[in-house]
Structure formats: structure tokens, C-alpha cells
């Protein structure tokens, strides 16, 4: 019998790599059409939105195990580089969201802060981190 199981390296991180991309690709669609299904498409229904949110909670567990098998398929330097890009990360995503999240109370924002910026955040300096840490090594 051919086993589905991956069985070199390069299989398995391509597989984990797959797997990452659908369950993060199912958690934002449904993190989209929560955002934008309320108004758009169900007219505010309760039960449709709870639903979506039970959809979105599964798609981000789903994503987190999927990241955390991807990160420990990963060399000993790939993870270190993905470690450092993290801890940046969240450190900067911390001190961006404390202050925007004091610009309203101090009436130097108008509108009442997004989330969302501090997850755009996040992900950029995520990125910018891990590019500047791999040129290290190149």
C-alpha cells in the first residue's frame, strides 16, 4: 500500500507549509465574512453570526496547531530566526497598541481605535523582522 504519510524532510515541511496556508486562509475568510456579513449578507442575524464566529474559532485553533507543527518542523536556524521575528513582534504590537489604544481618551483621535491596525501591525513588523534576521545569514 503507498502510505499518504510525508516521509523526508522536505515532504513534511512542505506539507506543514500547505496545511498553514489553508487553516490561516479559512481563519481570515472567516474573520472576513464576520466583519463583513452582518450588514452585507444576513441583516444582523444572531444566530448566523455566532455560527460564523464558532466557524472562525475553529479556523484560528486550527491555525495555531498547524503553526506550532510548522515552526517544529523547521531547522534549528529556521526557528530561531521565527522566534526573534515573534518576539519583536509582539513586543512592538504591545507598545503600538497601548498607546493607540490610549489616542481616543486623550483626544488625539477622533474615532474610536481599530483592532484591525494592531493586527496590520503585527504582521508587518512579523515580516519586516524575519527578512532583516534571515539577511544575517545569507
Keep these: 500500500m503507498n502510505d499518504p504519510t510525508p516521509t523526508t524532510l522536505a515532504q513534511r515541511y512542505n506539507a506543514s507549509k500547505k496545511t498553514l496556508f489553508v487553516s490561516t486562509l479559512g481563519w481570515l475568510l ?80 477622533e474615532s474610536t481605535p481599530n483592532p484591525s491596525n494592531i493586527l496590520f501591525v503585527m504582521g508587518i513588523t512579523y515580516f519586516i523582522s524575519l527578512v532583516i534576521n534571515s539577511r544575517k545569514y545569507q
Design 30 to 109: 472567516s474573520l472576513a465574512l464576520f466583519a463583513f456579513g452582518p450588514k452585507l449578507i444576513w441583516d444582523f442575524n444572531v444566530t448566523i453570526s455566532l455560527s460564523i464566529i464558532a466557524v472562525n474559532v475553529v479556523f484560528g485553533y486550527l491555525m495555531i496547531i498547524a503553526n506550532k507543527k510548522y515552526l517544529d518542523g523547521l531547522d534549528e536556524l529556521q526557528r530561531q530566526l521565527h522566534l526573534n521575528a515573534m518576539a519583536i513582534s509582539l513586543g512592538i504590537s504591545m507598545v503600538f497598541g497601548a498607546i493607540y489604544g490610549l489616542l481616543e481618551p486623550a483626544r488625539l483621535l
